[in-house]
């Protein structure tokens, strides 16, 4: 294939196209790229994602840094600041000592430009423009988001299974935005946060007069509302039996009809279903419909728990630390030790609990260095940090003290007078651990 053809084909792409070395400089963009971004190769080509990633910046993340730091494929999403957002698959190239030579990204752009006028703006921006990101290099994980982004293509309805925490409403919000109708609205409702004495008018809509307190006007319900765009069910499991045949209706016939109402009401959605319980289970004990099981699970897509994938937790954790050090500034780490313990606990609570043990850490931990020791985690009390020998605890243990005396004291000489040592050897230790104090002020 000569040069010119793989040009053309290059610059061609459906995807957008990132290709970056392995030190992290932009080799190039292609043309699709340059189109979703706003941002010219020649703007980006030569320059270090190092300079181009951060708050205010080209790019908030970078999957190519990731990809560089874990050694492996790499899943993401992030913000650019032309306002817009994308998915981006990084993968590594190694020559043959095994080191990175290239990193090639593909983009997806799930930019959503307008919104449903028939609701409230506002609603509509905080449905549409959540600033909530995927990031995974788990292979289990990765799967299910290339399946979800070959589905997003099609109208099938959708059902999302997996442990509560996991990010399933995060993942219908990634198919809604690689679909065709990322446009319109994405509609998310919670079956089990409606009442259910309300939960048919919420859903359906009524016509005036249907029952008391009604408006005189009639209302429309949220499915007709949501009519182009794709509607999220969340806990599905929890709809009463006697809507699980009307939202049968909606799926078979695209049709339903209002409480009170004698005038069928066309519908375009496409339906995305989740559940963190055993439908199957629930069919047999006469507690869910299995016709409409059957209607929902034409596309299953089962999200492993956290403790299932756990090269994603040292990930994760970079992430929700840069993320609540940017909301509360500052400027905190966690010690490799903590780390290495965060990976080994069970994660019942999945992604939602690992973000607020980071959150807590962060808030209620006094210095920029979180410790294993100074965190207060159920179940981590009296547990000897995993993946580390004694050698390395002890290494670990001595960097913390250092760290910990140098937030207290500041200079090399009052430091080694507090610890016992000379001054010397405290700046040689110091000087090895290579700037993990992150304070900019203090460097």
Known sequence: MDKKLLEIVFDNLYNGIYVADGKGVTIGVNKTF??????????????????????????????SLLVLERKCPVTATYSTSTNRKFLVKGRPIFN??????????????????????QIDADTARSQLLSDDDFITCSEKMSSVIDLALRVAETDSTILLTGESGVGKSLLAQTIHRSSERKQKVL???NCAAIPETLIES???????GAFTG?????????????????????????????????????????????????????TDIRLIAATNKDLVKLVSEGKFREDLFYRLNVVPIAIPPLRERREDIPTLIQHFTEKYNRKYQSYKKFSESLINQLVSMPWKGNIRELENVVERSIVTTPGDFISWEKVQIPGMENM??????????????????????????????????ALGISQASTARKLKAIKGTHLNPKEK
Do not use: C
């Open 34 to 63: 340059e189109e979703m971004s706003g941002f010219s190769n020649e703007e980006l080509a030569g320059r270090s994602l190092y300079d181009l990633v951060g708050k205010d910046n080209y790019f908030s993340g970078s999957a």
């Open 96 to 117: 043959n000592q095994g080191e990175i030579e290239y990193i090639i990204n593909t983009i997806w752009d799930l930019t959503v430009v307008h919104y449903n006028q």
């Open 384 to 417: 000897i940090p995993k993946g580390l020998g004694l050698k390395e605890i002890l290494a670990e243990r001595e960097k913390e003290i250092l760290l910990q005396a140098q937030e207290k004291y500041r200079t090399t000489r009052r430091i080694a007078a």
């Open 202 to 208: 919420e859903l359906f809509g009524y016509e005036g």
């Open 187 to 189: 509609m998310k409702i």
């Open 214 to 266: 009604a408006d005189h006007k009639g209302k429309a319900g949220l499915l007709e509302m949501a009519k182009g765009g794709t509607v999220f069910l969340d806990e599905i499991s929890e709809l009463p039996l006697h809507l699980q045949s009307k939202l049968l209706g909606v799926i078979q016939d695209k049709e339903f009809y209002r409480v009170g109402g004698r005038e069928a009401q066309r």
